[in-house]
């Protein structure tokens, strides 16, 4: 059964879309812990994301670093943090996480409420942001 990542990645589930290449799609996360928290997702469907073999694993973190750079041109962190987790969804993923503060929390029990138009704000700015590379 597919995941909710590739429900997403088909547009079975609306999403607030990044950017997308042909082997990996970047979102919006729905609960995110920043403002900006976006998830980076290789379209094949592997669970552990260091089962991805070597040139895809290596795609991903390019790709996640673009968008990484999005995010720092378009919201202006202090950078841009790193999550590998992969517990929630059995399907291979990257959090990026905009860090605003030094002592910002990265833990995943720590949500920020953000409003549907300022997700559909976020996403239109950093995905506008990545076409300047």
């Not at 928290?37 to 592997?46: G, R, W």
């Not at 089962?51 to 962190?77: E, G, M, N, W, Y």
């Amino acid at each position: 059964m597919a995941t909710i990542f590739t429900k997403i990645i088909l547009g079975e589930i609306p999403s607030y879309k990044i950017a997308e290449d042909e082997r990996h799609f970047a979102f919006l996360d729905i609960n995110p812990i920043a403002e900006g928290h976006t998830l980076v997702v290789p379209k094949k469907e592997i669970d552990y994301f260091f089962d991805l073999p070597d040139s895809h694993l290596q795609s991903t973190i390019s790709f996640a670093k673009k968008v990484a750079r999005a995010i720092d041109r378009s919201l202006k962190p202090l950078r841009t943090g790193v999550i590998v987790q992969g517990l929630e969804v059995p399907h291979a993923h990257v959090h990026l996480i905009p860090l605003y503060t030094h002592n910002q929390s990265m833990s995943f029990s720590n949500k920020v409420d953000v409003s549907e138009d300022r997700m559909k704000e976020l996403a239109k700015k950093i995905a506008e942001s990545l076409n300047t590379d």
